[in-house]
């Protein structure tokens, strides 16, 4: 397993604004696959991506990348563990507004020993010819392929992705989950997707169903759609 | 990655262009100021002491009642002591100024020409530079001095001059009423001969001590020296003598006659004695002689008699004898009769005209590197506010980055390097202009405007370049590290979701005010780092305005006291006073002594007056301990009513400790009243001895008796000097305040403004008009503006009150700083109008945020 989850809890607030968002969350992810974590607001989902993001801390419990525990560790040990595995993209892009989608890209390109080709990437992710331009001159769903590249050119092995979609309309949100797919497959990259889109579960390998703090469901998708495919997003 | 973050910050420059370049140029002025300010003060001081070393600076100066003879000059080259006899006479020019002419020197206080050269022929002049800069003279222009024309040959400068000050008694310098110049030996001679001068011969001699003696050990020798009433020619003074030490020594004469005749009457009885011894042997022969018995007693008797009468004259002769020495001892004891009494000593440490340029740059220097440190400071927090700003704006970028693996260093050395930068390059060019000749000799303008110095060229200190150039970038590192280092503690999450720290000072619950009063005042809690900082630039550029407005209100106040406080028309002050005091004069007695304050031994006038004297509103009553003080000593030496006073006679190495029994309304001048019969007492004078004599019109006296003649109108003149000379600085501080205050004002105000742009968009998508935006955002400023003004004004106002007597430690004069409510006033009125001239410049940015922002923010 590449990542695994042993009774994680959270809490936050004290007293009468006491609440416990993650009771007890118990998963694992196989290396390479694609996973979706659903579930309505307030479930926990984003609490789950954050805490095996290192950017929140577990109150107990275990969580293990590639088989190294990070639940305890030291906020400097943290960044060093978010630096050297991990790639995020939010839901609202949160590109420096006065770097190039390149200049934007590269920020993060000289955070990893061995970067993706930055070229192969823009290529891939249809921004060649966008590759001078501000975010501001960009669409949403420009941006958002902007910020995945910026997560991927560091050759991550685990993509951490909190609602990509959730701000681009139908056409845009299926272009990007094709994008995701496609580096899924091209690097082989181990994704985490938090994601409200019913849809999005079709097109990976394994779907997580919290309520309220809990896992009510988690299984693996015996017949994937292709993103190109999903209706309904 | 820096480099590649770097890239925006060219970029978030040219987006902030006009903010960043308001602050740099305020940068840039204020290191050009403080660097070309300290390079000035650094220039005046090292090249002023290599000039006084390349003239021969005195090492100090005696003023004598008459020269020194041969014997005693010789005394003091055995000594090791260089002396050279700088007597000088008075005259007073065509415009009414007053020339000060003496010999050429060779030894000591050399004359420096700036120009043309130094008097060697007959009929030239050379003349000090700052007297001939208010009259126009150029060399070969000629100036007629006691009936006689003189060319200028040469303009320039000597040592013991470099502050012209007329009198060691007066408060400023005024080269437009007082200059000096050098004429050859013989022509000085005959200049004294023409009986033209202001007053008699004055017998100065410089000195070099050339490490053989102390000042003191050469005052002791100088104390001993006599000279003889014979010695002097001058006829006013042998007829003060006749009157005053001549009487002495006629009673001395006279116990000596006594003594010698008493003598000889002892003489001539043992003389007679022995003829009455013949006598008694012949009559002792007629002892045969029955009919000579009654002859031969008679004989006896007499010669009893006058052997009797000699063995008494003897005893009267010795009597006398010892009664004439105990006398004389007694009077030499009790009664100062040596001509030689030294009237000053001065060495050149004490001498207010001596090095007293080094001496006012130096408070310049020390003040600038001060003031430079916390106007940098104030900037670099300034700067730390618009990055915080920035922060904040891409506070979700940040926990991006961060969720990503970048460092907090790495953010931090990025969001420090502009700060860095800016402050860098600015310093550098400040520094620079600051450092050229251009911007030293700018500032040295004051003082070439004062002072009478040589041409100085620039000195280059490397210390000022370090502090220049390295100090901004240190400060604004030093600020920025702290105040972003706290922004960027925070963890990805939070950052992310824009979480706010909400501070318990800003959850406050408001009383029930109406909406725009809670909104105005819920902005203002959220703002308060940017209210703190136009708070502290307001303190900041008002500490820099009070300096310039103490300067005004003290030469102001020194203008309006010294005419309100002079009553008298002429004040007469002389070397040989007459026998009677001069009809319609109201004669005085002053004794000049020192006071420390600061450092600076400053002279006090201690007056003898008569109660009811007409110029002075002092009841002096008798008492030799009881003194008033005028207004203007009670405030240079923080003097009250009930606190001892002591003042020091240099001279003979004495000091007089008195009461201060109330305050005299005089600002004029440093004068300590008592009453004339005591202070003749305390000083050993005569019941009727005055030097001093004040009148409401011109005296008939002659000149030859005065030390000085002033009328109310020179020294109404001089106070005029004080704040004609002070007016640029008042002006260039006043505006550079002024400008430091609108753009701290306007930068922060416009960080409140950006924001707020989302909320702003946000009111003008409900349908807010301009107008009630303007009331919601702005208005509430003006509270913060017009609190920080009436916090501010008092606060920076009672910090150069404390401040400035350190900055005018060397000035004798009142240091009345008082405020009139207009001007308290107008202080704030000005704040206030600073404040709506940056409001139309916000309001266009008001209205340059658009509805559709908050949109773009939230897509």
């Known amino acids: 397993m590449y990542l695994e989850t042993n009774n994680v809890k959270k809490s936050y607030g004290e007293g009468g604004s006491f609440m416990e968002v993650l009771k007890g969350i118990s998963v694992s992810v196989e290396k390479g696959d694609m996973c979706v974590i659903q579930g309505t607001s307030g479930s926990g989902k984003s609490t789950l991506l954050n805490c095996i993001g290192g950017l929140d801390l577990s109150d107990s419990g275990s969580i293990k990348v590639d088989g190294k525990e990070i639940c305890g560790l030291s906020q400097e040990k943290l960044s060093d563990y978010r630096r050297e595995n991990l790639g995020f993209i939010f839901q609202f892009y949160n590109l420096v507004p006065n770097l190039t989608v390149k200049e934007n890209i590269q920020v993060c390109e000289y955070l990893s020993p061995q970067p993706l080709k930055l070229s192969e990437l823009l290529e891939t992710l249809g921004l060649t010819e966008h590759q001078n331009k501000f975010p501001s001159q960009l669409s949403g769903g420009q941006q958002q392929r902007c910020a995945i590249a910026r997560a991927l050119i560091k050759n991550p092995k685990l993509l951490l992705c909190d609602e990509p979609t959730g701000a681009l309309d139908s056409a845009t949100s299926r272009d990007i989950l094709v994008l995701l797919e496609e580096v899924n497959r091209k690097y082989k990259t181990t994704m985490l997707i938090v994601t409200h889109n019913n849809s999005i579960k079709n097109m990976v390998d394994q779907v997580i169903y919290l309520k309220d703090g809990q896992i009510k469901k988690n299984y693996r998708n015996e017949q994937k759609v292709p993103a190109a495919e999903l209706e309904d997003l | 990655m820096q480099k590649i973050l770097r890239k925006r910050i060219l970029r978030d420059l040219k987006e902030n262009l006009a903010r960043y370049l308001a602050l740099a140029l305020l940068i840039v002025l204020g290191m050009y100021i403080v660097v070309s300010l300290v390079a000035a003060a650094d220039t005046v001081i090292v090249r002023s002491a290599g000039a006084a070393k390349e003239q021969a600076a005195e090492d100090g100066q005696f003023r004598l009642f008459a020269p020194l003879d041969s014997v005693q000059l010789q005394k003091l080259e055995e000594k090791g002591v260089t002396v050279e006899a700088h007597f000088y006479l008075d005259y007073e020019i065509a415009d009414g100024s007053v020339l000060r002419v003496f010999a050429n020197r060779e030894k000591i206080d050399r004359v420096q020409a700036d120009f043309g050269e130094l008097p060697g022929e ?7 530079k700052r007297y001939c800069e208010e009259h126009d003279i150029s060399v070969r222009d000629r100036i007629t001095i006691g009936n006689r024309s003189f060319t200028v040959c040469g303009i320039g400068t000597t040592p013991d001059y470099e502050a012209p000050y007329r009198n060691l008694s007066d408060s400023a310098v005024d080269s437009k009423q007082f200059g000096t110049g050098f004429v050859s030996l013989a022509d000085y001679e005959e ?32 104390q001993d020296f006599c000279l003889s009433a014979e010695d002097v020619g001058d006829t006013y003074f042998q007829e003060y003598w006749d009157r005053t030490g001549g009487k002495l020594a006629e009673f001395k004469e006279g116990m000596d006659g006594l003594t010698d005749a008493s003598a000889d009457l002892a003489d001539g009885m043992s003389a007679l004695e022995k003829q009455g011894k013949t006598l008694s042997e012949t009559a002792a022969m ?80 020390m003040a600038g590197l001060f003031a430079g440190v916390l106007l940098i400071i104030l900037f670099a927090y300034v700067i730390s506010v618009f990055v915080v700003h920035t922060i904040e704006k891409e506070s979700q970028v940040i926990g991006t980055l961060y969720a990503l ?75 920025n590290l702290f105040v972003i280092y706290r922004k960027l503690k925070k963890p990805a999450l939070s950052l992310i979701r824009r979480e706010q720290k909400m501070s318990k000072s800003r959850q406050i619950k408001l009383a029930k005010t109406g909406f725009v009063r809670t909104f105005q005042i819920r902005q203002l809690l959220r703002e308060m780092r940017t209210a703190f900082t136009i708070f502290f630039g307001m303190l900041f550029a008002l500490l820099v305005c009070m300096i310039s407005l103490n300067c005004y209100v003290l030469c102001e106040h020194v ?7 002079t009553k008298y028309e002429y004040m007469y002050t002389y070397k040989y006073p007459g026998e009677t005091v001069p009809e319609d004069g109201e004669e005085a007695y002053g004794v000049t002594l020192k006071k420390e304050v600061l450092g600076y031994n400053l002279d006090v006038t201690l007056l003898g007056i008569h109660d009811g004297n007409p110029y002075f509103e002092a009841p002096v009553s008798g008492g030799q301990g009881d003194v008033l003080i005028s207004e203007a000593v009670a405030s240079k030496f923080g003097l009250n009513t009930g606190d001892d006073l002591v003042l020091k006679d240099g001279e003979n190495d004495r000091s007089y400790a008195f009461t201060v029994k109330g305050t005299v309304p005089y600002s004029a001048g440093m004068f300590v009243f008592m009453d004339i019969d005591s202070l003749r007492k305390l000083m050993d004078k005569n019941e009727d001895y005055y030097n001093i004599v004040f009148a409401d019109h011109a005296l008939d006296i002659d000149s030859g008796r005065l030390y000085a003649a002033s009328s109310k109108e020179e020294v109404q003149k001089s106070a005029d000097v004080f704040v004609e000379l002070m007016w640029p600085m008042i002006i260039m501080l006043s505006a550079v305040s002024a400008l430091i205050f609108l753009v701290v004002m306007y930068l922060m105000l416009k960080v409140m403004v950006d924001r707020s742009a989302s909320s702003i968009s946000m009111l003008k998508v409900f349908g807010y008009r301009k107008k009630e935006i303007r009331k919601l955002y702005l208005n509430g400023n003006l509270a913060v503006v017009a609190v920080s003004a009436l916090v501010s004004i008092p606060v920076s106002k009672a910090v150069m009150d404390a401040l400035y007597p350190y900055l005018v430690s060397n000035v004798a004069a009142n240091l009345n700083l008082t405020f009139s409510w207009w001007m308290y006033a107008g202080l704030f009125t000005a704040i206030i109008v600073l404040y709506f001239l940056s409001m139309p410049i916000l309001m266009r940015r008001i209205n340059k945020i658009l509805p559709a922002e908050v949109l773009k923010n939230r897509e």
């Open chain 2, 286 to 365: 007629l002892e045969a002689v029955p009919a000579f018995g009654g002859l031969q007693a008679g004989i006896t008797g007499y010669t009893e008699g006058v052997a009797d009468a000699a063995e008494g004259s003897r005893k009267l002769a010795d009597g006398i004898s010892g009664f004439s020495r105990e006398t004389k001892k007694w009077l030499d004891d009790n009664f100062d009769t040596g001509l030689s009494k030294l009237t000053q000593f001065l060495a050149a440490h004490d001498n207010i005209r001596i090095g007293a340029a080094a001496d006012d740059v130096m408070i310049n220097k």
């Open chain 2, 559 to 565: 203008r309006e006291d010294t005419v309100k406080d």
């Open chain 2, 191 to 222: 200049l004294k001969e023409t009986v033209k001068s202001l007053q008699s011969e004055e017998h100065v001699y410089a000195y070099l001590l050339n490490d053989r003696l102390t000042d003191k050990e050469l005052k002791e020798i100088l």
């Open chain 2, 122 to 128: 007959e009929k030239d002049i050379f003349l000090e």
């Open chain 2, 405 to 479: 693996g970048v460092k907090r260093r790495e953010l931090l050395t990025h969001y420090l390097f502009l700060p860095v930068i800016i402050t860098f390059v600015s310093g550098i060019i400040g520094t620079v202009v600051g450092y050229s000749s251009f911007g030293v000799r700018t500032q040295m303008k004051d003082v070439y405007n004062y002072f009478s110095v040589p041409d100085f060229s620039v000195l280059h200190e490397p210390y000022l370049l370090v502090y220049g150039i390295l100090m901004p970038p240190a400060a604004a590192a030093l600020t």
